[in-house]
């Protein structure tokens, strides 16, 4: 069989590695794949683009950026009960960059660590950087940050994430962060060309502790030649080890 290979993201030992925010999810979801991915050079299944989704962070990212300009605050800023405005800085377009993003080498590993975020604003109060993340979804469920789903947890990671590089670029950042989170309402009577949005600001309190550990663990998986066990609670494992057994 032949494998989709990448050679943007594979890992040389004693070369320097970039290990994107997404990688490093990767190795927490499952220490095989990401090692065959990021050791062995075998292209993941990846995921489609979200276009809808996109389009939603698109038009945010505009409507943030009018008020980054003017330096005011965004409405959706003022429920937060803080003096928020964006955060204007010359490398914004360059950490909003999903090939760039916010980036840091941690020396000790050699390991360039990356981060596109969506956002970044600023406490004129205590002039500490709120990381901001942006998300779109159609459900009529409540949403909730703390529902158990995997990708929430995730999502929650990404904000870590982002935190500790901001930190380690020498910001102070908040462990406050916020989701801007956009609900494409199905209860409206037709789609008449539109969607219609009824969008939450929802407080995550973030913890970046773990970060560095879970980066001294991956390069320690890394330079490992020998390929870990999968993951207990993988369906597409699970479904593979069953067809090869009939
Ligand atoms: S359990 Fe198998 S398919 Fe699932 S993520 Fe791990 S290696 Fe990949």
Redesign the pocket.
Known sequence: MAFRKNNTYKYEPGKNFRLSRSAIDSFM??N??FY?NRRMNVK?IGMPGFSLNSAVDELLKKEFDHHRESKTAHPYMKSTGRNLIPFAHEDLDIWRDNFKGVSYLHEETNLTITGAIDDVWIDLDTDELIVVEYKSTSTNSEISLNDGTPWKEGYKRQIDIYQWLLKMNGFEVSDDSWFIYANGLKTVGSFSNELKFDTLVLKYTGSTDWVEPKILEIKKLLDQDTIPE??DN?E??SY?TSVNSL
């Open positions: 979801k499952c095989k794949c065959i993941d999968s993951s993988c597409t494992c593979v």
